[in-house]
């Protein structure tokens, strides 16, 4: 046990010290200032402008800007769709996949438009190398890139007074890629290839067995670099079927030590890209510590429960819940994963959710149903996380006797309408998609198990699609044609209607004036804030899921007692 | 004319009754869920009667939800009635001023005589109307001309008479106020239905009363909350069915616990508040005697960080005094005390009195014969800018004269006298002190200067270190010179000054603070306030004002207070703080819900949920029961609280915000579970299982 907390906090130590240094560099990259990777990239960046016909300095009002976004995510839709629709005519298809059906190329779509990455499919049995690379890659990039733009918005709306625009969603766009994603995704695919992540275009390795004199077949591909990005990016959506529990996509405890760190690195950085910018470090750190102190609870919870919790076999040494772990990462390493690819919206795994026990299945659950804002995906955590903090303000506000105020901006009904919209989005979808599931004829023959833990790889699966996490509890048939296509407009509808109410509010925040603060002015940077911001995520995520979660996970380990 | 305490409940009883009417609750989307979910239990009671039931269910059950419910319901307009029948009764006693008048209306101001008689609802804007003694004054207007003493009780509800004149800054007249003596001439400036008192009416009743806007974000927050809940216990109902196939145990949960359960959990308790918060922050502003022009206003109130208030009456006691006599070199101080008192024996001003009190404490200085002295006096006038008096003793004639430095230097050079440098020294000494010294003079020789003395008000230091402590800053406005003003302000802990104060000065002033985020409250009675009062975020005119003052600014303050702006200021911030606290209790009153009633209710598909049930609830029926029971009282409970506010201290944000939540925010955590657990034991006593 001593080790895991120790390699908890070396890991969660590391991961603040690198954040600074980077969130301060994309608040660099944010602000367009020259940083020690302009005079390489600035020539690209400028060619990138001239053939998308781009000018950086065109600023745009929040409603071209949300169309900008809209059209440009409906046109990566529309040839991610068809890409894996007509895939099997395509070159770089060395296993001779054929086209995807359309219902699940219509959820692999919006799974990855969405940085949810759900994965209703095995990608090695599914997808060509084309689809891999040009299709999902691609995705893993710019959604990504899309999330971290869209809270560039919101900054701008804090910082900005009686201005009408936010930004230019093309500048913003291609900056975060090519300034912050690319060179990351070329440092941690180095990394893990060096530890035996394959990286080629080679077909299928066949082999034949020593044991039985049986053929097996090792899926191969350009793997290292999807896998960086997708850890990077808060994706999730492995190159294999089996995540990052499948040894060429996670091959040591290094590999797993840098997968679990990239998924982490760039949330967290945003939160001092924050503080940055509104020129108080410390809101930065207040969100930061509200985070860590929230993700600490759940990983010690997940790591006791499946330290302690597991079952007991007489004569068998006790060595932890080990069921669907890998023995290479262990429960400590398994219980960190756990934790960090549901706080933050990644949902790559390394091992088998199912088969945690049923409180640190509830607590990973659980993090993904607080709207995915500890730490949550790159750029809409923080945005979300920023909605819960108006939230409070707007209560705590009050108690100080003024009208609620965030960062010098009045919070009106406009904004508080748009906050609303961020925060209704994911639990009413999580509630309504499950509703629909176990009104659907034959759902309960979809589940692996019955009981209490049936109901909650029901309740796992669409929390997960309705927070664009997209990890897989596993333990259930993800697809048919009901699930994909609810599982497909929930994972849209939860990205983006957060995406129109952030850069609306931003727009409305930006034309405000900063009002001036002093002793009357309720602080939001001290503990008294943070516990309160936390008590309020902690009662709005209790009162919407503790009667779910009672049928499924409590259940659970009050019949298994 | 008010409405004594037992009416006002018998009436707002009728009103709770009278607002069951759906469009009068869809206005409230929270209490109209409340209202629907009753309607649905009572329905399904009449199914029960007849029969259909869920498995297991009792019509007694379903009754006794849907009786809480529409108690819940009837508590929630209750509170709105309560609210609003303090306005109303004072309403009443205002329509009662609102009488219709035969007017004298004039062709011309200048010829009295010449008039028609029209009614007063028939005046328009522009007309001329003659008042006399005795009579009401028809209409709000503007005196043209003469000067009458005023009784505006009926709309201050101050008996003492007050003065209207024309040419100055108490222009303004109110219809519905009546002369007490002489005659006025007046210009119209408003039509029946627009007047002051309409508005007053219409304010104080509600009737115009738009929801602010902090009042629709709460809502909208409110309605979100809503929202999740209606959700949430709405897919119970699948997931209690699927589960229950799952487990091959008990049954889907039934809609009336769906209906109870969403009662519960819908922030019932700041949903049926609201309203009765806002009606009684306005209703408070009005017993201090301030008019809101809208509700907005008094929430800006609570936002203000910057006050500008008048020195005069705020700061200082209205009337400087005499403080000391200051001899120059050569002379005796009894000498100038008995010139100065002589000076002033006449002079009935109350600095006048003041110098002849001071002469007599220090020198025993009384009255004497003033008819031996065959004495003048020269009064004050804005020309000479002293007073004095000529008078003959010995057999000499004399003459003394007091006033401001330089008028009384000008006067003694052009007599050919002499003036002492000594003087120029205490004259500066005086006004660095904050005085406003007054030099003497007998027969061109300059005796010395009289200290008179600002007197800064009881308590206003320690009044605006707390302001201050609050981050609030006071700016005292003054027409004093800058070394005068500065000497008052450190005397009286203002943040800080404007001197020698012109309209301009103080418009720039606020525009300055604007800029810079701050949001400015400021008294003024003048037409020349009039752009400043407009500029201000909270703008206070003074009743005695001038029309134009009374439209630029958003409040009326009905006793021309200048203290009244740190009230008000009160008012607002405690109308937040309610509407906070009790959110803030609401919601943390769910947890407690939540926890009474989640273990039991899935009882018949998980048995081992029970473990949860540490409240030792005794049934089902029971904990809801219980839960939906406390639902409606604690919103009883909390129509005092939401009448008379939260408590209020001048605290920094930081330990208010403390404060509150340890009071709201973990009281709202824990009270609901000894008073479930309490209900709870009462129902099981009373054989409910």
Known sequence: ?561 | MKLSQNAQITDALKQSVVKLNPKTQVKNPVMFVVYIGALITTVLFCFALGGIHGPGERAGFILAIALILWFTVLFANFAEAIAESRGRAQADSLRGARKDVIARKLKSADNPKDYTEVKSNDLKRGDIVYVAAGDQIPMDGEVIDGAASVDESAITGESAPVIRDSGGDRTAVTGGTSLVSDWLIIRITAEAGESFLDKMISMVEGASRKKTPNEIALQILLVTLTIIFLVVTATLLPFTGFAAGQAGRGAAISITIVVALLVCLAPTTIGALLSSIGIAGMSRLNSANVLAMSGRAIEAAGDVDVLLLDKTGTITLGNRQAAEFLPVPGVEEKDLADAAQLSSIADETAEGRSIAVLAKQRFDIRGRDMSKLNATFIEFSARTRMSGIDYTADGQANEIRKGAADAVRDYVTAQGGTWPEACDELVKQVASQGGTPLVVVRNKQVLGVIYLKDIVKNGVKERFGDLRKMGIKTIMITGDNPITAAAIAAEAGVDDFLAEATPEAKLTLIRDYQSKGHLVAMTGDGTNDAPALAQADVAVAMNSGTQAAKEAGNMVDLDSSPTKLIDIVRIGKQLLMTRGALTTFSVANDVAKYFAIIPVLFFLIYPELARLNFMRLTSATTAILSAIIYNALIIVALIPLSLKGVKYRELPAGKMLSRNLLIYGLGGLVSPFVAIKLIDMILTVCGVR
């Open chain 1, 1 to 561: 046990m001593s080790t895991v907390i120790f390699q908890d906090i070396f890991f969660l130590a590391l991961l603040i010290a690198l954040a600074i240094p980077l969130g301060l560099y994309i608040h660099q990259v944010m602000d367009g200032q020259k940083t020690f990777m302009t005079p390489v990239l600035a020539p690209v960046e400028r060619l990138i402008y001239r053939v998308i016909g781009a000018r950086p300095d065109d600023e745009m009002k929040p409603k071209r800007y949300a169309f900008a976004v809209l059209a440009f995510s409906l046109v990566g839709f529309l040839f991610l769709f068809v890409l894996l629709l007509i895939q099997g005519i395509l070159p770089l298809n060395p296993q001779h996949l054929r086209g995807v059906n359309w219902h699940l190329a219509f959820n692999t779509t919006a799974s990855f438009i969405s940085n949810t990455n759900w994965q209703a499919y095995a990608g090695e049995t599914t997808l060509s190398y084309l689809s891999q690379s040009l299709g999902l890659t691609v995705q893993n990039f710019v959604s990504a890139a899309v999330g971290i733009s869209v809270l560039f918005v919101l900054i701008r709306g804090f910082i900005r007074h009686e201005k009408e625009t936010v930004g230019n969603f093309w500048a913003d766009l291609t900056r975060v890629t090519l300034y912050v994603l690319i060179p990351l995704a070329v440092i941690v695919t180095v990394l893990i290839a060096s530890q035996g992540v394959v990286q080629t275009l080679a077909p299928a390795h066949t082999s034949t067995t020593l044991q039985s004199a049986s053929t097996v077949t090792t899926h191969l591909g350009p793997a290292a670099s999807q896998v960086a990005i997708k850890q990077l990016g808060t994706n999730g959506g492995g190159f294999f079927g089996a995540n990052s529990a499948f040894p060429l996509e996670n091959p040591t405890a290094f590999s797993n030590f840098i997968e679990m760190f990239s998924l982490l690195i760039i949330p967290a950085a945003l939160c001092f890209t924050f503080g940055k910018a509104v020129k108080d470090a410390k809101q930065g750190h207040t969100l930061i510590t509200v985070m860590v102190v929230l993700f600490v609870a759940a990983l010690a919870i997940i790591t006791i429960s499946e330290h302690s919790l597991a079952p007991h076999y007489a004569g068998v040494i006790a060595s932890g819940n080990m069921e669907g772990k890998e023995v290479v990462n262990g429960v400590g390493a398994s219980s960190l994963w756990g934790a960090s690819t549901t706080a933050a919206s990644n949902g790559a795994v390394n091992a088998t959710p199912d088969s945690f026990t049923a409180l640190g299945g509830m607590m990973m659950m659980f993090l993904m149903q607080l709207g995915e804002i500890v730490f949550g995906g790159v750029g809409s955590g923080l945005y979300g996380m920023i909605a819960f903090v108006m939230l409070t303000v707007f209560i705590a506000g009050l108690m100080v006797g003024r009208t609620p105020e965030y960062l010098g901006k009045k919070i009106g009904p406009f904004d508080m309408k748009m906050v609303c919209a961020m925060i209704l989005a994911p639990p009413l979808l999580t509630l309504i998609g499950t509703a629909a599931a176990t009104l659907a004829p034959g759902a309960a023959s979809w589940l692996n198990n019955t009981g209490a833990h049936g109901f909650s790889e029901l309740l796992y699966a669409f929390t997960s699609m309705a927070n664009n996490n997209g990890s897989a509890f596993a333990g259930m048939h993800t697809n048919t044609a009901f699930t994909n296509l609810t599982g497909g407009v929930i994972m849209l509808l939860v990205r983006f209607i957060p995406i129109v109410a952030t850069i609306f509010l931003a727009g409305n925040l930006s034309k405000k004036k900063i009002v001036a603060s002093s002793e009357g002015t309720l602080s939001t940077s001290n503990l008294t804030f943070a516990g309160l911001l936390i008590a309020i995520i902690l009662i709005i995520g209790a009162l919407s899921f503790l009667p779910s979660l009672s049928l499924g996970p409590i259940a659970d380990f009050f019949t298994r007692l």
